[in-house]
């Protein structure tokens, strides 16, 4: 019987084994972040889909929501910049060896992730913007 608290205490008690156990620390490297703007520009390279040269001669309704529609993807990837420029000072920061693992972790989930879901919603965003930014284009007459 001793045997079996002993075992338990070992292997299911968390609480006391919290620094025996391995928690692996989520990789964040410069490759994550390229990846992140790769495909951020991806879809924004579409706008010169948009509006080309020549086109704002007649400001119709469908010119300006266009006009305003580049402007707004302006802004959403200045935002975007903005998103990589911290990522890639708190990636530096995350793979500093003075930091902990315990640290890495939490900075992981309170500090990386949401900048990260963040720049997910800007995206989605820009393809909102995109979408209807092209049916407009349907209707201009150049």
């Known amino acids: 019987m001793d045997y079996y608290l002993y075992n338990c205490n ?28 790769t495909n951020y520009k991806l879809y924004l390279s579409q706008v010169h889909d948009i509006a080309g040269p020549g086109q704002y001669n007649n400001l ?3 010119i300006v929501n266009q006009m305003n529609d580049i402007f707004e993807l302006n802004d959403l990837f200045m935002e975007h910049v903005l998103y990589i420029e911290r990522l890639t000072r708190q990636m530096n920061e995350y793979n500093s060896h003075d930091i902990g693992k315990l640290h890495q ?25 995109l979408s209807i930014a092209i049916q407009w284009t349907d209707y201009v007459v150049v």
């Open 60 to 62: 119709s309704v469908p």
């Open 10 to 37: 070992q292997v299911c008690d968390v609480e006391n084994n919290i620094g025996e156990i391995e928690i692996p620390v989520p990789v964040f490297t410069m490759e994550h972040i390229t990846k992140i703007d």
């Open 105 to 129: 972790i939490q900075m992981y989930f309170r500090e990386i992730l949401p900048v990260i879901r963040k720049d997910e919603n800007n995206l989605d965003e820009v393809l909102r913007i």
